[in-house]
């Protein structure tokens, strides 16, 4: 039903910024908490950010801090992550997600329910 596709993925140098997005289709969007996971290789997914339906209200973890924003554009059915000052550790694939609970901070991969295919992120030194 509900279908997530990230884009904006790439090759960046160590202090670089990109931005990803999150165009979601189906379900009620404006309704759903989003958040963006990311995985290392040999490493488990772990949060990164989350963005409320309510208010709107941010989260993020705490290596990020600073650095990365989510947002989201409701007309658009799209939830962004605005990279700043990127480093080689967050070389990761990183995957949009949506909770369709609507939790104000969700964190954990068991809260979400919707996931998409990952866009791969490099970040060199």
């Known amino acids: 039903q509900v279908q997530l596709v990230e884009s904006g993925g790439g090759s960046v140098q160590e202090g670089g910024s990109l931005r990803l997005s999150c165009a979601a289709s189906?379900?009620?969007?404006?309704?759903?908490?989003m958040g963006w996971f990311r995985q290392a290789p040999g490493k488990e997914r772990e949060f990164v950010a989350a963005i409320s339906w309510r208010y709107p209200s941010t989260y993020y973890t705490d290596s990020v801090k600073g650095r990365f924003t989510i947002s989201r554009d409701n007309a658009k059915n799209t939830v962004y992550l605005q990279m700043n000052i990127l480093k080689p550790e967050d070389t990761a694939v990183y995957y949009c997600a949506a909770d369709r609970g609507g939790r104000n901070r969700p964190s954990k991969l068991s809260e979400y329910d919707y996931w998409g295919q990952g866009t791969q992120v490099n970040v060199s030194s």
């Open positions: 189906g379900g009620t969007f404006s309704r759903y908490a």
